[in-house]
């Protein structure tokens, strides 16, 4: 079997790069048929592609949330789909890893995962509004939100500052605090399955695939990445203070019983601007990954990806 192992050297702030020097030696023991594929800027989705398409007949990412999602975009995108994506997680957040149930030690997982038996896993298939019709934007695979979230990963990839010499979960949590301060609302319409779920000004609105994001925040704990069914949660603003008291309800796990908060659950969402603000655009992320749209639609894929990792959480 010959594994394609997706090494990404900038994330988690340098996570990525000890890892693989703890684990390099049992990859090999492990996965004697292996090349290394370092991914550039930019590029990861497509470099992955190009390696399933080649000779990979299983990749092993070692990555953050936006490393295993532009995995999955990649494998999706190429002539063989079914190929098997594996993970060891070493981003900031790990968020799309805290589905699964991992045995400790970096070698251990790796042994959990050699001899894991491949399953299917959801995703979300992202498109957006142009010029009359629906384009094709992205994969997801944990979570694609609209607002704040959108407006904080943004932030973050301008870099720069002294924050980004922090811890990467000090630095997100960071980043989310002054990100909210300096938040303007968009209104925005959400819709799921047809349905209105929110219409108003948003401070975040959550499609989820996956139960976590934002580096630990537990979205709902009803979520499956196997259920066939994306869970969406739309919190409404409520100036700084109440945006501010918002976070500290996700930080809790106390939202989903906050009166700003809507809940709902379906296979396709449309997210789009009120019918006053159609020139905005939204801060959209999908797995950590900033992108620009204004109408957009998520549609869950069920059991489109193969993947061979441990147990999901019960």
Same mark, same amino acid.
């Given at each position: 079997m010959a594994l394609v192992v997706v090494k990404n050297p900038v994330a988690g702030g340098g996570r990525s790069a000890a890892l693989w020097n703890a684990c390099r030696g049992r990859i090999g023991e492990l996965f004697p048929d292996h090349r290394i594929v370092e991914t550039l800027p930019g590029q990861m989705a497509e470099q992955v592609r190009a390696a399933v398409e080649a000779d990979g007949d299983r990749v092993l990412v070692l990555g953050g949330d936006g490393t295993i999602g532009a995995a999955a975009h990649g494998i999706l995108c190429s002539s063989r789909p079914h190929t098997p994506l594996s993970f060891l997680a070493c981003g900031t957040g790990c968020d799309f890893a805290r589905n699964?149930?991992?045995?400790?030690?970096?070698?251990?997982?790796?042994?959990?995962?050699?001899?894991?038996?491949?399953?299917?896993?959801?995703?979300?298939?992202?498109?957006?509004?142009?010029?009359?019709?629906? !384009? $094709?934007?992205?994969? $997801?695979?944990?979570?694609?939100?609209?607002?704040?979230?959108?407006?904080?990963?943004?932030?973050? $990839?301008?870099?720069?500052?002294?924050?980004?010499r922090l811890p990467p979960t000090l630095r997100y949590r960071l980043h989310c605090i002054f990100g909210i301060?300096?938040?303007?609302? &968009? &209104?925005?319409?959400?819709?799921?399955?047809?349905?209105?779920?929110?219409?108003?000004?948003?401070?975040?609105?959550?499609?989820?695939?996956?139960?976590? !994001?934002?580096?630990?925040?537990?979205?709902?704990?009803?979520?499956?990445?196997?259920?066939?069914?994306?869970d969406v949660v739309a919190a409404g603003c409520g100036g700084v203070a109440g945006n501010l008291a918002m976070f500290a309800? !996700?930080?809790?796990?106390?939202?989903?019983?906050?009166?700003?908060?809507?809940?709902? &659950?379906?296979?396709?969402?449309?997210?789009?601007?009120?019918?006053?603000?159609?020139?905005?655009?939204? !801060?959209?992320?999908?797995?950590?990954?900033?992108?620009?749209?204004?109408?957009? &639609?998520?549609?869950?894929?069920?059991?489109?990806?193969?993947?061979?990792?441990?147990?999901?959480?019960?």
């Open positions: 699964y149930q991992w045995p400790g030690a970096p070698e251990e997982c790796l042994e959990a995962l050699a001899s894991a038996t491949p399953g299917l896993v959801d995703v979300i298939r992202l498109e957006v509004w142009r010029e009359g019709q629906w !384009f $094709a934007l992205t994969h $997801a695979l944990n979570i694609a939100s609209v607002g704040v979230s959108g407006a904080i990963i943004a932030r973050m $990839a301008g870099r720069g500052s002294l924050i980004d301060v300096a938040y303007r609302s &968009r &209104r925005v319409e959400v819709r799921v399955d047809g349905s209105v779920l929110a219409d108003g000004p948003i401070l975040v609105a959550t499609v989820c695939n996956g139960g976590w !994001f934002g580096s630990g925040l537990h979205v709902h704990p009803q979520t499956r990445p196997d259920d066939g069914l994306l309800a !996700f930080d809790r796990g106390t939202h989903l019983v906050h009166p700003r908060v809507a809940y709902g &659950r379906g296979t396709v969402v449309e997210i789009a601007p009120a019918a006053d603000r159609q020139n905005e655009h939204a !801060f959209l992320e999908a797995d950590g990954e900033p992108y620009r749209g204004d109408r957009l &639609r998520l549609t869950v894929l069920p059991g489109a990806l193969t993947v061979a990792l441990p147990p999901l959480m019960s």
